[in-house]
């Protein structure tokens, strides 16, 4: 249904933007690199079923867009904002 959809992608939008706070408190280059290949390695699986979830919805391709946008656009964010916070301190 499209607000079990809704749910998803928020529920999945607020995980991305969590792992995008996460990656500033990595502080080597080992541990930055295993980071980032964990977020590679589950974010298309994560994409993929937000995708289906949100075609299956029949949501007008507008409101799709957008949604989806929005989960995309989260990650980067919590990346800048995690760097942000982590100089302020």
Known sequence: SK???LIF?????????????GMASKNTKEHLTLYLISLFA??????????VNVMNAAFTPLYSFLMITFYAFLTPFGIVLGIVFEQLT
């Open 3 to 5: 607000t079990q959809a």
């Open 9 to 21: 992608v928020i529920a999945l939008s607020m995980h991305s933007f969590l792992e995008g706070l």
């Open 42 to 51: 589950h974010k298309w699986l994560e994409a993929f079923a937000l995708g």
